[in-house]
């Protein structure tokens, strides 16, 4: 299906299409030196934490460079599942050409923000994740590109194992060209990201195409069938209403009763049926079918109607947590005041869709895992070096 055109922060992207190739290609980076990597991987900082050392980290050697005749494949292995990709730089005229489909949300002040951040740090602390749909010969061709000794083995502090084989160019052109003929990937994690690297397109270099490393999105590209899916729960604070007029307010909304059950029961939900803690106790009840996914849906039916959040992401009384912490956890971390709902985590299929169609879904609907850790790789943004 062929969608209307979308903007994403002020630049306008075509409607998606398949009319050519991908234009992937290895590029200049920098991996973490074994012997050090276990102390500049740093899966639960934020990228700016790890951008602030991230140039002297570059100028004491704390980082092997990787020059474009050399590929990285990249495998983590995670609470028994395992996620391999290549470390490629992807043509930010793709994401414009709507070859690369974002299927969440971005706020345009928050992307200007990242652009001029990206523009004064000149480092990328880590890649963006794109999957491709599924291929079941890719899978097998980097399982034998990667039977030899890897690079790099590390441990990062949430307990995952990060493993890196360096790849000669050459190995690989099948499979990058195999790659190039899907044409099409999709935003896995890094919205915000892509849709800045466009803007910075659209602000111009004074250089020729490709001159400059931030013509290219710096990716681990992976395929679909590998990623697992979480939602975020949401939170609301500065809640004053008792619980008992919430909750009238909440079923006159939905159009339904609201059941008090207890996590356990929260946990194992379905789709369109939400868990809600307030003052103390659970509550269950289900959404009105409708268009979209439980974060749009809730957004639409509860959260603007009743507290006035819009889907801008920008009210700071709106927080969001993973979805990965059970709802027991979730509890003990809602202060006095605070709403907090749990919703049933997106299909991978159903936000594909939501990108071929163009649409999008709020920012935070989303939480695929596992993630490349910041630090683990670093590309500088100018001339290769």
Do not use: N
């Not at 900082?45 to 990249?74: K, M, N, Q």
């Not at 890196?164 to 790659?179: G, M, N, Q, S």
């Not at 013509?215 to 949401?234: I, K, P, R, T, W």
């Not at 009840?285 to 439980?294: E, I, M, Q, S």
């Amino acid at each position: 299906m062929i969608a209307q055109p979308s903007a994403v922060a002020g630049v306008e992207l075509a409607p998606p299409v398949r009319v050519r190739a991908l234009s992937l290609r290895p590029g200049w980076f920098h991996l973490a030196r074994p012997g050090v990597a276990d102390r500049l991987v740093h899966p639960l900082l934020a990228e700016s934490t790890t951008l602030r050392s991230a140039g002297r980290d570059l100028d004491v050697g704390f980082y092997l460079p990787v020059p474009p005749w050399e590929v990285a494949i990249h495998r983590v292995s995670s609470d028994g599942r395992t996620q391999i990709g290549l470390i490629l730089e992807v043509a930010v005229s793709d994401y414009l050409d709507g070859r690369i489909r974002p299927h969440e949300a971005t706020r345009g002040h928050a992307v200007e923000s990242l652009a001029d951040h990206l523009t004064d740090s000149g480092v990328d602390v880590a890649p963006v994740t794109l999957a491709h749909r599924a291929d079941p010969e890719l899978p097998v061709a980097l399982a034998e590109l990667t039977a030899g000794p890897p690079t790099l083995t590390t441990t990062g502090d949430d307990g995952a194992e990060h493993t890196v084989w360096l790849v000669d160019a050459e190995r690989l052109e099948p499979v990058i060209e195999r790659l190039t003929r899907r044409g099409v990937l999709y935003v896995v994690d890094g919205h915000h990201r892509c849709a800045a690297e466009a803007v910075l397109a659209g602000r111009g270099r004074g250089g020729p195409p490709g001159a400059d490393a931030s013509d290219h999105v710096f990716a681990l590209v992976v395929g679909e069938e590998q990623l697992e899916v979480s939602s975020y729960h949401v939170l609301v604070s500065g809640v004053t209403e008792s619980p008992g007029a919430l909750a009238r307010s909440v079923d006159r909304a939905l159009g339904v009763e609201a059941t008090p059950v207890s996590a356990s029961q929260v946990a194992h939900s379905e789709p369109g049926v939400i868990g809600m803690w307030h003052a103390g106790r659970w509550l269950r009840t289900r959404l009105t079918a409708g268009p979209g996914g439980d974060a749009a849906r809730l957004h639409e039916q509860l959260l603007e109607p009743l507290f006035g959040i819009t889907r801008s992401g920008d009210d700071r009384r709106l927080e969001h947590l993973p979805g990965t912490d059970s709802p027991a956890e979730l509890q003990e971390r809602c202060p006095e005041g605070t709403v907090a709902f749990v919703l049933h985590p997106p299909t991978t299929r159903s936000l594909f869709a939501t990108a071929d169609e163009g649409g999008s879904v709020p920012a935070k609907s989303s939480l695929f895992h596992p993630k490349v850790p910041a630090g683990l790789f670093l590309r500088r943004r100018d001339a290769c070096r």
